[in-house]
């Protein structure tokens, strides 16, 4: 089980509207790479070290660690528990899901760090 915090860390409507933003727009790069680099790997068989099969998932941490903060405005873990968590769940998706792919996990647990690494610079103070 995570610690919460005693104190939230609380985000004003000016930056949580900037955290929504994000992670519409990572979520449209998702459907943008989706429609025009996966199909032009596919038909060309080029190997491509499994991005186009697991750019979804690299893609999707950190646009729910956004989203989340986006739709709360005390937010009551620390940057780390909320990039593990997220991190966590897309894990466990692919885990119990119809698609068991190896690729689509080491992706997620790789962009987890560099989220928690912006993260923690773009929030200095929020510990």
Partial sequence: MLKKRETPYVFSRSM?????????LIVLMYFVI???????I?????????????FSDFLAVP????????????????I?????LSVMTFV?????????????????????IPTAIIMRKVFPDWR
Avoid at 42 to 52: K, L, M, Q, W
Avoid at 80 to 84: A, F, H, S, T, Y
Avoid at 94 to 111: C, H, N, P, Q, R
Wanted: net charge positive.
């Fill in 80 to 84: 780390e528990q909320l990039v593990l």
């Fill in 63 to 78: 646009a729910s660690c956004l989203f989340c903060c986006a739709i709360r405005s005390n937010v009551y873990y620390r």
């Fill in 42 to 54: 596919y038909s060309h068989n080029i190997f491509d070290f499994h991005i186009a099969d697991s």
């Fill in 92 to 112: 466990g998706y692919e885990y119990i899901g119809l698609t068991f792919d190896y690729y689509d996990m080491i992706a997620a647990v790789i962009s987890g």
């Fill in 16 to 24: 949580r509207k900037k955290m929504l933003c994000a992670s519409i």
């Fill in 34 to 40: 989706g429609k025009t680099y996966r199909p032009y």
